[in-house]
Structure formats: C-alpha cells, structure tokens
C-alpha cells in the first residue's frame, strides 16, 4: 500500500457547510473525493491505464454503485482539519451589491427569507490531505499528479467556479513535484481544459486578485442598464448618464448579452425593435450566455414597478433546461472556472479555466419561459479569444 500526505491551505474563503451548513464549516473527504473524481473524468483518465475505459478506471479507483452488486475503490481518502461553527453572507465580506465580490455572492445576500449565511473557513485555514493506495504502484505517480492538478487549478464549496475556495500546495514541496504542465501529461485528454491568465496587473491580495477576476468575467456577461437604475439612498429610480450607457457599451460582452436581453423582452410581448441602435450581436432567436451557466433569471426593471425595491421587480423571465413556464429546472454547470492561484514563490495569478470537455453541447436547445431558443457558442469563443488573457500552461 502506498500512502502519502498533503499539507493544504485555503487563500480564498471557503463557503464549505458541514452537518449544519447555516452554522458551521467544515473540509471533509467525500467532498475532496468529489473534486478528484470531476477532475479525473475531465481530464480523460489516466495514460497509465490505458486502454482501460474511464469508465472503468474511475470505477477501480473510486469505486462504483452501478450494476448489480458495488465495487469498493482502491483509493483511500483522510482529512485533518478544522470545524468551526462560524458562518457568513456577502455583508460579512464587504461584499455589498454592485461589488465584484458581491457579484459572485449575490446568493448569499440578506433578505426575508434568511441571512443568507453559510457556514465559512477564511484564509490561512491548513488541512492535510492523506492518500492510501491500494492498488498497483505503476498508477502511484499518477495519483500524484491528479492531486497536484486539483490542488493549483481546482477550488472546495460554495462558488468554487467563481474564485472561492481555492486552495495552494505548502508541502510536498515543488522539488519533490512535477510541474503542473508535467502533471497534465499523466493524463490522456490535458487538452480538455485550456488554462490562462490575465495579462493585467495582478493585485497580490485574495481579495485584489478574485475582483479582477469578478470584474472581467462581468463584463462579458452582462450589458448594464441602459436606460435607469435604482438608487436606494433616495429610493427612486434614477436616469443612466449617458457616459455610464457608453461605458457598459464599451464591455467585451456587450452585444451578445444585448441579444439575449432582447430575446428576454420578446416573450414578453415587448420587443425591441428590429433596428436596435445598441447593435445586438446574433440574430432573433439565437442566445448566448446561456453557453456559460444555467439557471439564469432576468428582471427588467424599466418594465415594473415604480414604487419602490421590493415591487419593482414585476417583468421577470426565466431560462431553463426544461420548457416549463414557472421557475426555471435544470442546471448547467459553467465551463469557464475563475481561479486566483498562488504559485511557490508566492506570487498571485488570475486563472481563467475554459473546460472545454464540459461545454455546451452542440444542438442542445435552452428555454426561455418555455419558449425554445437556439444557444451559441461564440461568446464563450470569444472570451477563449479574449486578448487580456494569455496562455498560462
């Protein structure tokens, strides 16, 4: 048996809800397990094991339930670390709306229904992760490299996709590791994933670093408010500039996220017109963002209510997997992973992670309050094509 352990560290907090996930936080094996397994599929297996299926590899080393009796796995899974019975939404970060954080955190905003708190880890909390093997000792370097690859590119709990949770290696150290360009050659398919990083300067604090992140994802995702926006100072709506329409005019993603705000007026009965002099990219009926992350909701608040926040929100619609008219069903799962990385000499990275093994699948229709849209690929091309990225691995 081949056994190994690895020392961890969280330098982003890390929303990881335990028994009670509204009051404590805890890092637990199943969910590390979980993070391999992703990982191990998502890469294509092992070269080691080749020709084996993935299938049947991910069965002999994780084990399985399928069939008609289960299989026990070969790899064996401990974790050292701290519960705390400590929990916090996005006020507890400064991480208020119109934030980057509180972009990402907008789940764990207070409101009627709760504080929205979960249970938190901060950063500098260490764990060590042991590894037992009980199987062949040809696969033991692989093993190796499949932690390495999740420990600098993968991330724990709640919005891990969106920059929290993210872990770095403190020991072993790199001398006694490949490289993590080395490490994804153990695997069959390296080119699933395309890592980069942007090119800006990156600010050398957790924070710093995940709204730079927050803040150039955003922009590809959404267009702005082109025509008023809320104030809730004075508690009423107040025109956009035309300074701040140019600004959001300015965004990378500007005109693909103008196509689906289109497609979201069209169910309603309210069109835009044909000739929209903010230039939408696409064409009627076609969507995109979509391509980066199901369910999305979407409020248009030129056509609610004028009498304050709560019942502004009266034009609501809702994109989904399933052609139903009420709440949206089905989730799909972001392609692109937003990773703050600290490498071993201490210096901070922005990743960007284009999972291409996961994204959206060519032909798949989405949703639109039961309507049925077309979904392309080329905002999430472009953002691939962004120039403030470059090649990282």
């Given amino acids: 048996m081949k056994i190994e352990s690895f020392q961890l560290e969280l330098i982003t907090p890390c929303f990881c809800g335990g028994a009670e996930p509204e009051k404590q936080a805890e890092i637990r094996a199943p969910s590390i397990r979980g993070q391999l397994r992703w990982w191990f599929r998502t890469l294509g297996g092992f070269k080691s094991l080749a020709p084996m299926s993935v299938r049947d590899q991910e069965a002999m080393i994780f084990g399985t339930t399928a069939g008609d009796e289960g299989q026990a796995g070969k790899l064996i899974l401990r974790v050292a670390s701290q519960t705390l019975a400590e929990a916090a939404n996005a006020d507890d970060l400064e991480a208020g709306m119109g934030t980057p954080l509180g972009y990402a955190l907008f789940p764990l905003r207070s409101s009627r229904d709760g504080d929205g708190k979960r249970g938190i880890l901060g950063t500098g909390v260490s764990f060590r992760l042991t590894l037992l093997w009980r199987g062949s000792p040809d696969v033991w370097s692989s093993l190796r490299s499949l932690v390495l690859a999740w420990a600098n590119l993968g991330a724990m709990g709640f919005r891990a996709r969106r920059g929290f949770g993210s872990i770095w290696l403190k020991s072993p150290s790199t001398i006694e590791l490949p490289g993590i360009d080395l490490a994804l050659q153990a695997f069959s398919s390296p080119e699933s994933i395309n ?3 942007l090119k800006e300067f990156v600010p050398q604090t957790w924070r710093g670093v995940t709204a730079i992140l ?3 994802y955003r922009s590809w995702r959404q267009h702005g408010q082109m025509n008023r926006r809320w104030d809730k100072n004075s508690q009423r709506w ?6 701040q329409r140019e600004e959001n005019r300015k965004a990378p993603g500007f005109r ?3 196509r689906d705000h289109n497609e979201g007026l069209d169910v309603q009965g309210t069109s835009a017109p044909a000739g929209d002099g903010e230039r939408p990219a696409g064409k009627f009926g076609t969507t995109f963002r979509p391509a980066l992350g199901l ?5 248009f608040s030129s056509l609610g209510s004028d009498h304050g926040p709560i019942k502004r929100w009266v034009a609501t619609v809702n994109w989904g997997l399933e052609p139903s008219r009420g709440a949206p069903k089905g989730r799909f799962a972001s392609p692109v992973l937003l990773r703050p990385h600290r490498d071993a000499q201490g210096r901070w990275h922005a990743l960007v992670i284009f999972v291409d093994a996961h994204k959206w699948p060519a032909g798949k229709k989405v949703f639109l309050n039961g309507q049925e849209r077309d979904v392309s690929l080329d905002l999430y091309e472009a953002m691939k094509a962004d120039p403030a990225l470059m090649p990282f691995i």
């Fill in 195 to 197: 890592v980069k990083a």
């Fill in 214 to 216: 927050l803040n150039r």
């Fill in 238 to 243: 107040i025109p956009i500039s035309e300074g």
């Fill in 256 to 258: 693909y996220a103008r």
């Fill in 295 to 299: 369910p999305i909701i979407q409020h």
